[in-house]
């Protein structure tokens, strides 16, 4: 303990030594209270020291702007943002949030523990705290092939790092629920918690178990009676509003006045494209404008969050708690003027004014270990009349599971533009083992070309959706060919591309870079006919077993509801 420290902000908050800095004239936000506080808030040695009149020292004039405490996101994938750590702050902070708790098993999932060990590294001394929640499901799945697999072994180590905070979300909740020894294990790590949730649909006894496993919090309710039910068997509800999964709207009705205080709102999984817009920010936002009073909505990315991850330090403003603040214009837009981390000012009118460390070096890349990839594997003999077909849910990450007449050219499955149908392949990148998933996916709209990504949830193998098994093979190959990243190609011609040579994940480029880039794989799509705004974000999700009904892996396809493989042609 830094005595002389203590000792400083103590003589501040009695008033006897000057605070570093005062702030006044603006409106503080008291989210124990849901008050609005005409008090100067007076800040020493990186803490709120006080609240009150007459405190000493220097003064910033808040201009009749609203305090706030700095956001925290509960919930974040921060390799969906396809940036560093270092360059996600440089666009998340300016915004106003200043935590965020990350789930890892996305680059986990391709590196093993030495993704974790790189994020780590990569996320310190930034404007910015990463906390980690160590990564439950490595893979996520026994229906699918990952870069690497992960026991509670493997995992203790981690445990005691002052910023992990516990075990993230639990996707195989089948496996919970059957006693497996391997969750049990992981589940033994954080006895007293937290331990976050992944249980879309999930319902009755089957819900009751789950939770009796030590698990506290979902972000994946869909429906307002599926969150109600959730909250009273304890849960805390993570609502849910990112750049596919959209689910404020309807989750909101669903909670019972005395139940807000278990309620935070989460990203989960932002894009670029999103994130140049803004973050928590516009959440709040949108709170607000589905009718949350603005108080009670930031209390939902602040002392929610905060309690939940027992993050004692911050999530208000009240002596004690780190000098981690926002200053907004109002409580309509949230457009945000100033933010303060640690007392000091990082953020001014939308941009960082803090300086970033050098970023940390990611381990050596790998390559991709491809095998099996030809015009034969993605055009196999028809075998029935009727095939299975993944159907795309407006918003969701959720799948139909459609059974149509079979598409087939020459005796071998095909494409059918004219139907919305297209072929969807999942490569094995890993290990070499050759495996290929073969399917079919509507709702992507496209006329012609293809489209290749190496982010495919949960453990970003290859995937690939066209029209043609040519641009099918020319838009993977790109992606081979660059470490990693997202193509477009067509008649031949590779249209646009995205590299991420970190794990096939992340770029080192900042966000108006990757931002740009991406902005030309959409309109790539677009012009070849697609429909969807988002359309690498909703084929990352094509390949995640875990979420109903129908997905596609390296070993074939996934029937969610059943947690089994299925044949591709056939009714059943």
């Known amino acids: 303990m830094d005595l002389g420290g203590w000792r400083r902000r103590l003589a501040v908050a009695k008033g006897e030594a ?24 007076a800040l020493g040695e990186g803490m709120v020291a006080g609240l009150g009149e007459g405190y000493a020292g220097p003064r910033l004039d808040l201009e009749g702007g609203f305090l706030l405490p700095g956001f925290i996101d509960g919930h974040l994938h921060l390799e969906s943002s396809l940036l560093t750590p270092p360059e996600l702050a440089r666009a998340l902070v300016p915004c106003g949030t200043t935590a965020v708790v990350a789930d890892p098993h996305e680059i986990v999932n391709v590196w093993g523990t030495a993704g974790l060990e790189y994020l780590l590294a990569a996320s310190q001394g930034l404007p910015l705290d990463f906390f980690f929640m160590l990564p439950s499901c490595v893979p996520a799945s026994p229906l699918e092939t990952a870069g690497a697999r992960v026991e509670a072994a493997d995992l203790e180590p981690f445990r005691r790092h002052p910023r992990v905070l516990g075990l993230a979300e639990v996707m ?156 907004v214009e109002d409580l309509r837009d949230f457009r945000v003027r100033l933010v303060l981390k640690d007392g000091r000012p990082v953020a001014r009118d939308g941009v960082l004014i803090s300086q970033l460390p050098e970023p940390a070096a990611p381990p050596p890349s790998r390559g991709f270990q491809v095998r099996g990839l030809t015009r034969e594997a993605l055009s196999p003999p028809v075998t029935g009349e009727v095939v299975k077909v993944i159907g795309l849910i407006p918003g969701q990450l959720l799948t139909d599971k459609l059974v149509l007449p079979t598409p087939a050219q020459d005796g071998r499955l095909a494409a059918d533009p004219g139907r919305d149908l297209l072929k969807l392949a999942v490569i094995e990148r890993h290990h070499g083992t050759g495996n290929l998933g073969l399917g079919l996916v509507r709702g992507f709209g496209l006329k012609a070309g293809a489209l290749a990504s190496s982010v495919a949830h949960d453990s970003h193998n290859l995937v690939v959706a066209g029209v043609t098994d040519d641009d099918m093979l ?23 591309e995205l590299p991420l040579p970190i794990a096939g994940l992340l770029s080192p480029a900042p966000l108006p870079q990757v931002a740009a880039r991406l902005r030309g794989l959409q309109a790539a799509y677009h012009d070849l006919g697609g429909t969807l705004p988002d359309p690498f974000m909703a084929l990352s999700f094509l390949a995640l077993p875990v979420i109903p009904a129908l997905k596609l892996t390296d070993r074939g396809l996934v029937d969610v509801d059943r947690f089994q493989m299925v044949p591709l042609f056939g009714a059943e």
Request: net charge neutral; glycine share 12%.
């Open 474 to 496: 020319l838009a993977a190959d790109t992606v081979i060919r660059q470490g990693g990243g997202l193509a477009v190609a067509a008649g031949g011609r590779v249209l646009a």
């Open 172 to 327: 195989n909740f089948p496996g919970v629920l059957a006693g497996d020894a391997g969750l049990l294990a992981k589940l033994s790590l954080f006895p007293e918690g937290p331990v976050d949730g992944h249980a879309p649909g999930l319902s009755g006894k089957a819900l009751q178990a789950y939770r009796l496993a030590g698990i506290a919090s979902d972000h994946e309710c869909t429906s307002a009676a599926e969150a109600r039910e959730k909250l009273r068997a304890g849960f805390y509800l993570m609502a849910r509003e990112g750049s596919l999964a959209k689910n404020l709207a309807a989750l909101l009705p669903g909670v019972p006045p005395a139940a807000w205080r278990r309620v935070m709102v989460v990203t989960d999984d932002c894009h670029p494209l999103d994130l140049e817009a803004g973050h928590l920010n516009r959440r709040l936002a949108r709170l607000v404008e589905l009718g949350v009073d603005p108080l009670l909505a930031v209390t939902l990315v602040t002392l929610n969050p905060a309690e939940y991850f027992r993050l004692r330090d911050r999530g208000a403003i009240a002596p004690g708690c780190r000098a981690d603040l926002v200053v």
């Open 18 to 41: 000057p605070a570093d800095l005062v702030l006044a004239g603006g409106r503080v936000a008291s989210v124990f209270t849901g008050e609005w506080l005409e008090q100067e808030v």
